[in-house]
């Protein structure tokens, strides 16, 4: 069945940018029937949308982190990316990928990965 | 402050049943589809309501949503001691153009 699993640092530092990289398998990114996105959790709290992206490239984001954050999808590895940059302390969570089916922005998350938990300090 | 609101915990003895409310605006549950999700401790959040009602495959009749003008309902019957959870309702709100999730209402089956 799918599985998307996410790779990337769990330690970066204050004003640096953080990289993601969300794996999906046993289904194909390039179907056009889902986005794909990211979610985060901050320690102790909610979960907060950060954004979604459809295979061919159109995207959408949380308005309150648009300017520092970029998704990027990459067919041919069935991959999708999150890059947030100028970090601090408040960009601490653990940051989940997610399927999204339907077309448009959002409408839910059916399958997610397990998380991966970045830690922002110097 | 989360723009759709949960109450921040619950709590019901076995056997019993506990409605988990979501309450927002026109913008968003008004107007959009409700999902419902449930976080056992230290794992990825699992859908388990999408479409205001409807259940994924594998989710048991246990649970059960819906939703009336601008407010959603979740309601868990039977509840089990593995039913601890926490529990975050979530739609797309249209004046944000963002997704948005309730702060999340913990469950206690005491």
């Known amino acids: 069945q799918l599985q998307l699993q996410e790779s990337g640092p769990g330690l970066v530092k204050p004003s640096e940018t953080l990289s993601l990289t969300c794996t999906v398998s046993?289904?194909?990114?390039?179907?056009?029937?889902?986005?794909w996105g990211w979610i985060r959790q901050p320690p102790g709290k909610g979960l907060e949308w950060i954004g979604s992206i459809y295979y061919s490239g159109s995207t959408y984001y949380n308005p309150s982190l648009k300017s520092r954050v970029t998704i990027s999808v990459d067919t041919s590895k069935n991959q999708f990316s999150l890059k947030l940059s100028s970090l601090t302390a408040a960009d601490t969570a653990v940051y989940y990928c997610?399927?999204?089916?339907?077309?448009?922005?959002?409408?839910?998350?059916?399958?997610w990965g397990k998380g991966a938990t970045v830690t922002v300090s110097s | 402050q989360s723009v759709l609101t949960q109450p921040p915990s619950v709590s019901a003895a076995p056997g019993q049943k506990v409605t988990i409310s979501c309450s927002g605006s026109s913008s968003n549950i008004g107007n959009n589809y409700v999902s419902w999700y449930q976080q056992l401790p230290g794992t990825a959040p699992k859908l388990l309501i999408y479409?205001?009602?409807q259940r994924p495959s594998g989710i048991p009749d246990q649970f059960s949503g819906s939703k009336s003008d601008t407010s959603a309902t979740l309601d868990i019957t039977g509840l089990q001691t593995g039913d601890d959870a926490d529990y975050y309702c979530?739609?797309?709100?249209?004046?944000?153009?963002?997704?948005?999730f309730g702060g999340g209402t913990k469950l206690t089956v005491l």
């Open positions: 046993g289904g194909s990114i390039r179907s056009s029937s889902y986005y």
């Open positions: 979530g739609t797309w709100d249209s004046s944000l153009s963002s997704w948005v």
């Open positions: 997610a399927r999204l089916p339907g077309l448009g922005p959002a409408k839910y998350m059916d399958v």
């Open positions: 479409e205001n009602h």
